[in-house]
T-cell receptor, first 112, second 116 residues
Framework: DAGVIQSPRHEVTEMGQEVTLRCKPI?????LFWYRQTMMRGLELLIY????????DSGMPEDRFSAKMPNASFSTLKIQPSEPRDSAVYFC??????????FGQGTRLTVV | AQTVTQSQPEMSVQEAETVTLSCTYD???????LFWYKQPPSRQMILVIR??????QNATENRFSVNFQKAAKSFSLKISDSQLGDTAMYFC?????????????FGGGTRLMVKP
């Protein structure tokens, strides 16, 4: 298995633009997580899905952020409109229930 | 809610020496997992070791071992025979397994530098 695949690896966008981050979890995994990593706040859980259903989205910063998981093999995290303070590394991770989470390589987002 | 605390923001060790990274956590759960992840400069998050709370035996993975003290809610990572490639950020993480799911809570991380 190729592991968790995220795209793009890097994204630079202008303030106000829409940004979409993509994630393909490991085949067979039923849980998917979106994390954000910054120097100031460390690793923060934004949202997680179990069997494609959002279970906890309390970490989503505000209405500008939204996440979807239309099927077991794909998820998106969208920011609209983006702001400079959204600049961070965004990680996607997947796991089986009550098992180790495996991470993608992350997307470094820069909003200028 | 669970919290994970890593009290050492930075540490350094000489190559071939042993180093211990500290982690404490707070939870009211009785069944859970604990993890150590490594994040090298490449930023990839890599699982180092995992411990089930119901197991009394400390987990070991080659040069990496843990000291799990459930009553004290302590979960330290020992790296033996440190290598230059061990230079990285190390994150302690907690996962409760209950009906609500299996979300991970991370500590703030410890930056480890292995010196030649």
């Amino acid at each position: 298995d190729a592991g968790v695949i995220q795209s793009p690896r890097h994204e630079v966008t202008e303030m106000g633009q829409e940004v979409t981050l993509r994630c393909k979890p490991i085949s067979g995994h039923n849980s998917l997580f979106w994390y954000r990593q910054t120097m100031m706040r460390g690793l923060e859980l934004l949202i997680y899905f179990n069997n494609n259903v959002p279970i906890d989205d309390s970490g989503m910063p505000e209405d500008r952020f939204s996440a979807k998981m239309p099927n077991a093999s794909f998820s998106t995290l969208k920011i609209q409109p983006s702001e400079p303070r959204d600049s961070a590394v965004y990680f996607c991770a997947s796991s089986l229930t009550r098992a180790t989470a495996f991470f993608g390589q992350g997307t470094r987002l820069t909003v200028v | 809610a669970q919290t994970v605390t890593q009290s050492q923001p930075e540490m350094s060790v000489q190559e071939a020496e042993t180093v211990t990274l500290s982690c404490t956590y707070d939870t009211s759960e009785n069944n859970y997992y604990l993890f150590w992840y490594k994040q090298p400069p490449s930023r990839q998050m890599i699982l180092v070791i995992r411990q089930e709370a119901y197991k009394q035996q400390n987990a070991t993975e080659n040069r990496f071992s843990v000291n799990f003290q459930k009553a004290a809610k302590s979960f330290s990572l020992k790296i033996s025979d440190s290598q230059l490639g061990d230079t990285a950020m190390y994150f302690c993480a907690f996962m409760a397994y209950n009906n609500a799911g299996n979300m991970l809570t991370f500590g703030g991380g410890t930056r480890l530098m292995v010196k030649p």
